[in-house]
């Protein structure tokens, strides 16, 4: 009884403290709790206390107001704070334990901090931070869980991605809960994250949050539903139905999650997309799809629509590029057969024309000439890979558009004995502008990747999504074999960089060029003549190297693109060499000596004491 | 001298300094390691960015006080040079034995003198200018008048009033308790009237309705400090002014209140000094103090000699931040051969001249639990006493030793041996992380029978007596929560 007094009268005192304590004095409200204190102080002297402070505040001077109201403020405090109830009353429960796997907290804080900073804040740099740190395994630590389950709503997608598909799953099941707790149906992209981690975690205990999700969520919450659901045999037929949905992505969803699956109402369902009039949303799910009979039922389609493309129909253009692009990446006989027969056809393709009023109401992005289609026919059977699609890319090279010239020099590569690519291309070297300027550059380019350690930056742009793609094509650059008559033909043309690509060991023309080369005031592509000089075994490479570096860094503000690839070579001079380029440090510029002294480090073959 | 990198790590003044000085040994700058016979002076050479090499050297004549050099011309202390050349010593180099450096030979030599000096000047009697501390402590008296003139006229004025505005202005004002050699009091009147607008100056720097509403109390309960403030300093400073040879009180922390800066000097002089102690981090965090316009980084510790919980505190004022070094998590169990001990009441902050680390083992967690408190009520009873202090610190640290942890209802205890119960709750102190989450996903076996350092807190809406989990402690491992 007497505590409730207590604590009424800390509210009386701090709604006065609120309006002004000169309101304090006088106050009937704060009055009316003296009596009963002095009551109870005589059981207990503190309430006499206050209710002493109480009538100092309420008979005082407005003057002295503010300290009376503070010291009365003060006390009741006090007694407050000694009153905090600090236990649970009832029955108590064993603490749910949801172990993840892993338990370590032994990360320095000056480690954690810039991670959870980079993991909850926005702005630039954040994503190196973080897949450093994935990659070296500094997320094995507790504290890091709910910094990076927070990352899963991050404004950059490659970094919520990231934190999704990296790291999350590698903390276990044990986290399931803590992602649950701050999910939203209603909720948009890191929520279907959320839901799509979930399931992965316990895709058995989901299932129910993902019937629900998919009936009450928002449609990125649903999409994620549909993906997760497509997973479980037993709940297709919810799937199915969200095939039809209204909104594009959900279908979209839905014919992914079923494309995986062989059955007859799957079938159905392709079939009859198939001749409708969304095409465009099958391209993904027939990625994945292994269904025969829909498989044929869109070859038929494709054989129908081409039809009507050569007949001259090029409103059927745009129809024949979605049919493409369904079949983009698939390396089935039939849709090989489908597509040189396409290819026996290209002359006819490549002279169809965009129609004068799809120009006019067609979105940019579905103008589609026969040109285009032609291209994209090469670029899928060369994708394909096989004897057959090589030898007909080959057999049309002369009809075939410019745009289709890479996949038919990389087809020549690959059947062709090397006299015999020589024959045929070395007219190209030397050519000043047009379509042979346009192929020149692109088998120029080819042979300066094949010397390039990291041939990727000139990996084709066939497939560069496509990672198995992308091996074929350093393989191919590994394995190609030049005739020794580019070389000539490469001095003779003033052709540099092809130069710098083909000179070889005991070839004084090319040595000479590439000497003549290095002494220019602004020297094309130095790094590429020292690879070069080094290929040909020049013995005074690092003088070469180091003028090259003297010429760059001279006016050199910042430390470039151009300089760090130069610098790059330092490794492969020789070990003799080392004094000189120690000796070269103390000239360099001081803002260059760091990165110069990186470079130098492989050459230090001996540890450094020794 | 047992080096590892983590105390390399420890050593560093900042992160970058860490990555630098890996980098150095990575890009294989160092081109000469050496160390002295004795094994107490590891030097080297190593390449910079001029044309001669740069000479780092970490001595360790004194095992307790490293000495960092480097011909380099860099302000830090160890520089990444030296720095460097520890994580090579650490990771395996090999260091060839040579005669210590001439130029190093004479520089311990003088260190010695300073330290034989300083010792002499210590054993002196210390001066006090008497006539220039009672000025002092005149300009101390006519701030704490400025002071209670502030919070008079705020309470007059009533809290209703003051916006993110009238707030700055307070503080515009409060700046002359600065002058008046009060930045303790200064430091406690912006925490009040740094309730009343956000962080960063925006346009949307006024509090909304609702938000006002939740800093009433807190702001009220930071006037009643202020208002302490001012009658027990009055008062302490009254008594040091009638007698200046008396020294500044070590009973209560009035004197920090007041922005004492105690020096360790000082600590020892008053006998709050303990011998040969060695300490135990339990817990880390840093955090951006804006009201004082610090960081803050605060390490919890269990002194393994009584069993007490301290605390270190390192202040960076945003100003010198790059300058100071950063405090880090310590994984060592850190040997003190003076331990000076500030005034204060449960968790008295700490500070040491020099310290030696060494590894924890099991047998320093088998001490550290055997410290921990079992007695849940008497710890609660020590806590509110605390708490019913106007200037005791809000947010005590106790450690205890728990039966279980487990859930009534939507609360998650902590249950000692006899049944008293504590609830554990985030309190989001310091824009502290939530480690109450954190419980469930530790193993099932350190839900009973282990130790948790808890962190109080009282809710002034609620009248709840909370504590908020820091870390745990098992025979085996220690579990840190915070950072």
């Known amino acids: ?610 | 001298m047992q080096i590892d990198e983590a105390y390399v790590d420890s050593q560093a003044p900042n992160a970058a300094a860490i990555k630098n000085a890996r980098g150095v040994v990575l890009k294989k700058k160092l081109v000469g390691l050496f160390r002295s016979a004795d094994g107490s002076l590891l030097f080297g050479d190593c390449k910079g960015s001029g044309a001669d090499n740069y000479r780092p050297s970490a001595d360790f004549s004194d095992a307790t006080k490293p000495v960092y050099r480097c011909t380099c011309p860099s302000h830090q202390f160890p520089c990444k040079h030296s720095l460097a050349l520890m994580y090579a010593y650490a990771q395996g180099a090999k260091f060839v034995e040579q005669e210590v450096p001439a130029d190093i030979s004479e520089k311990r030599a003088k260190v010695q003198q300073r330290v034989e000096k300083k010792k002499e000047e210590a054993d002196k009697p210390h001066k006090v200018n008497t006539s220039a501390l009672k000025k002092k402590i005149q300009t101390q008296l006519e701030g704490l008048a400025l002071l209670e003139t502030l919070i008079n006229d705020l309470v007059r004025a009533g809290l209703g009033t003051l916006n993110a505005k009238s707030a700055r202005q307070v503080e515009e004002q409060a700046k002359q308790l600065g002058n008046a050699y009060l930045p303790g009091a200064q430091n406690a009147l912006h925490a009040l009237t740094g309730l009343f607008y956000r962080s960063q100056i925006s346009t949307e720097d006024e509090l909304k309705t609702s938000e006002r509403e939740r800093v009433y109390n807190a702001a009220l309960d930071q006037l009643n400090r202020l208002h302490s403030l001012c009658k027990q300093g009055r008062k302490y400073l009254n008594n040091r002014l009638e007698d200046a040879e008396l020294k500044p009180e070590t009973e209560t922390d009035i004197a920090a209140w007041l922005g004492h800066a105690w020096q360790l000097r000082e600590l020892k002089d008053a006998g709050l000094v303990q011998a040969g102690v060695e300490m135990l981090q339990l817990a880390f965090s840093a955090h951006d103090d804006w009201t004082r316009k610090e960081f803050v980084e605060t390490g919890a510790w269990l002194n393994l000699s009584t069993g007490a919980v301290q605390l270190t505190r390192n202040y960076r004022p945003y100003h010198a931040a790059r300058h100071i070094r950063e405090d880090d998590s310590c994984f060592h169990v850190v040997i003190c051969p003076e331990l000076c001990i500030y005034p204060g009441n449960l968790n008295p902050r700490v500070r040491w001249e020099a310290n030696e680390p060494r590894p924890v083992t099991p047998a320093d967690h088998q001490r550290a639990l055997g410290f921990a408190k079992t007695d849940l009520r008497a710890v609660i009873k020590d806590v509110k006493a605390q708490l019913k202090s106007p200037l005791g610190d809000r947010h005590p640290l106790a450690f205890v030793k728990y039966r279980a942890l487990g859930r009534v209802g939507d609360d998650v205890i902590l249950e000692d041996q006899s049944g008293e119960r504590l609830v554990l709750a985030d309190d989001g102190h310091d824009g502290e992380p939530a480690t109450l989450p954190l419980l469930s996903m530790l193993p099932k076996a350190v839900h009973h029978d282990q130790a948790m350092l808890v962190r109080f807190h009282h809710d002034l809406d609620t009248q709840k007596l909370r504590a908020k989990p820091l870390s745990l402690v098992t025979a085996t491992d220690l579990i840190r929560l915070t950072y």
Request: glycine share 6%; aromatic share 6%; charged share 25%.
């Open chain 1, 1 to 610: 009884m007497s505590l409730a007094l207590i604590e009424e009268s800390a509210k009386e005192v701090r709604r006065l403290a609120i309006a002004g304590s000169p309101l304090a004095v006088g106050d009937f409200r704060l009055k009316k709790f003296i009596a009963p204190l002095a009551a109870a102080g005589e059981k207990v002297p503190v309430f006499a206390q206050v209710a002493k402070s109480i009538g100092e505040v309420v008979n005082g001077q407005e003057a002295d107001s503010a300290a009376n109201l503070l010291n009365l403020s003060t006390l009741l405090n006090a007694i407050l704070y000694t009153q905090g109830q600090s236990g649970a009353p009832g029955d108590v429960r064993e603490l749910e334990t949801f172990p993840t796997t892993c338990t370590s907290t032994r990360t320095p804080a000056r480690v954690l901090k810039p991670l959870v900073e980079a993991l909850t804040s926005t702005g630039g740099g954040r994503f190196e931070v973080i897949k450093s740190a994935c990659e070296r395994g500094a997320f094995n630590d507790l504290r890091l869980i709910d910094p990076a389950i927070r990352a899963l709503g991050d404004n950059y997608p490659e970094l919520a991605d990231l934190v999704a598909e990296k790291i999350l799953p590698a903390y276990g099941p044990g986290i399931l809960l803590r992602i649950k707790a701050t999910f939203d149906l209603k909720g948009k992209r890191e929520h279907a994250r959320r839901l799509q981690l979930m399931h992965q975690l316990d895709p058995a205990g989901t299932l129910e949050l993902c019937k629900t999700a998919l009936e009450n969520g928002s449609p990125e919450v649903k999409a994620a539903a549909i993906a997760c659901l497509g997973q479980h045999e037993d709940c297709l037929p919810l799937v199915l139905e969200q095939a039809k949905a209204k909104n594009k992505t959900l279908r979209a969803a839905a014919l992914e999650a079923l494309a995986v699956h062989d059955r007859p109402e799957v079938t159905k369902l392709f079939t009859e997309l198939i001749q409708g009039n969304t095409l465009d949303i099958l391209a993904g799910p027939f990625r994945s799809l292994r269904n025969q009979p829909v498989l044929n039922a869109l070859l038929e389609e494709g054989k129908r629509v081409f039809g009507l493309v050569i007949a001259g129909d090029s409103e059927q253009l745009s129809r024949c590029w979605e049919i493409f692009d369904c079949l983009a990446y698939r390396k089935d006989p039939e849709v090989e057969e489908f597509l040189l027969h396409c290819l026996s056809k290209s002359e006819a393709l490549s002279k169809v024309k965009i129609g004068k009023n799809l120009m006019v109401t067609a979105a940019r992005s579905s103008i589609v000439a026969g040109e285009d289609l032609t291209e994209r026919l090469v670029v899928m059977l060369y994708q394909i890979g096989t004897p057959k699609a090589l030898e007909a890319i080959l057999a049309k090279r002369e009809s075939l558009p410019t745009g289709a010239f890479p996949q038919v020099w990389r087809s020549a590569l690959r059947t062709w004995p090397p006299a015999k690519v020589f024959d045929e291309f070395s007219p190209l070297v030397g050519q000043k502008k047009g379509p042979g300027r346009q192929k020149f550059d692109e088998l120029n380019r080819f042979m300066a990747a094949t010397q390039w350690e990291q041939g990727w930056r000139f990996a084709p742009a066939v497939a560069a999504d496509l990672q198995a793609q992308h091996r074929d094509e350093v393989q191919l650059m590994k394995q190609a074999a030049w005739d020794g008559r580019w070389l000539d033909a490469a001095i003779k043309a003033g052709e540099s960089v092809m130069v710098y690509s083909l000179a070889r060991p005991d070839h004084p023309a090319a040595l000479k060029y590439l000497l003549g080369q290095s002494a220019a005031d602004k020297p094309l592509e130095p790094h590429l003549i020292i690879s070069a000089l080094l290929r040909c075994r020049y013995p005074q490479v690092t003088d070469v190297l180091l003028k090259l570096i003297a010429k760059k860094t001279g006016a050199a503000k910042y430390f470039d693109y151009e300089l760090q690839l130069l610098l790059g070579h330092v490794q492969h001079l020789p070990a003799a060499d080392l004094p000189k380029l120690d000796a070269f440090a103390a000239k360099l510029d001081e803002k260059f000596v760091d990165k110069y002294l990186e470079a130098l480090a492989p050459l230090r073959v001996t540890t450094p004491t020794n």
